[in-house]
């Protein structure tokens, strides 16, 4: 079954309009301190009819099966697309961090810079990031690189998800 753009879409998410849907899969990740690690992952892009999708990640420990055991973590947002290309996102997440990210839409691929993380007092010491979305085979590939106060811009979660229910 072929994905179809939904009735109502905003003109301007055309570009985004591959993304909208769930996707699900496992991914890999690694972190000085914290080893390598494979994690199941949930993301959700929807619309309402307005010029912005909103965004809801959920990654999960999985067992030796890919079983998912307890949840890992989560984030949720809104990405903006502009009308020359670029798109502004912005995310939130327990750990207690909110980010601002902008990038470009090329085709089917979304590169994303942090502009500003925000940190309560008790969060994670995460300082800016890098992602990198793209359709590739019908799959949603993903990569996270990031920087804390104690490590410099790395490679920490990269993940293959498919669209569910079998649409591609």
Same mark, same amino acid.
């Given at each position: 079954?072929?994905?179809?753009?939904?009735?109502?879409?905003?003109?301007?998410?055309?570009?985004?309009?591959?993304?909208?849907?769930?996707?699900? &899969? /496992?991914?890999?990740?690694?972190?000085?301190?914290?080893?390598?690690?494979?994690? +199941?992952?949930?993301?959700?892009?929807?619309?309402? &009819?307005?010029?912005?999708?909103?965004?809801? *990640?959920?990654?999960?420990?999985?067992?030796?099966?890919?079983?998912?055991?307890?949840?890992?973590?989560?984030? /949720?947002?809104?990405?903006?697309?502009?009308? =020359?290309?670029?798109?502004? @996102?912005?995310?939130?997440?327990?750990?207690?961090?909110?980010?601002?990210?902008?990038?470009?839409?090329?085709?089917?691929? @979304?590169?994303?810079?942090?502009?500003?993380?925000?940190?309560? *007092? *008790?969060?994670?010491?995460?300082?800016?990031?890098?992602?990198?979305?793209?359709?590739?085979?019908? =799959?949603?590939?993903?990569?996270?690189?990031?920087?804390?106060?104690?490590?410099?811009?790395?490679?920490?979660?990269?993940?293959?998800?498919?669209?569910?229910? +079998?649409? +591609?």
């Amino acid at each position: 079954m072929a994905f179809e753009i939904p009735e109502g879409l905003h003109p301007d998410l055309m570009g985004l309009a591959w993304m909208l849907g769930r996707w699900e &899969g /496992t991914g890999k990740g690694s972190w000085p301190g914290q080893g390598d690690f494979e994690y +199941g992952q949930q993301i959700d892009f929807a619309h309402n &009819g307005g010029p912005y999708l909103h965004y809801l *990640s959920q990654t999960f420990d999985v067992d030796e099966n890919g079983t998912a055991v307890r949840p890992r973590s989560m984030e /949720t947002g809104f990405w903006r697309p502009r009308p =020359d290309g670029d798109v502004e @996102v912005v995310l939130c997440a327990p750990e207690g961090w909110a980010e601002v990210w902008v990038g470009k839409i090329t085709g089917a691929k @979304v590169e994303l810079t942090t502009d500003a993380v925000v940190r309560t *007092s *008790s969060g994670e010491s995460y300082t800016a990031g890098q992602r990198l979305y793209g359709n590739v085979e019908h =799959d949603l590939l993903w990569a996270f690189d990031r920087a804390t106060t104690e490590h410099e811009l790395q490679p920490y979660m990269w993940a293959r998800l498919q669209r569910a229910g +079998g649409q +591609g």
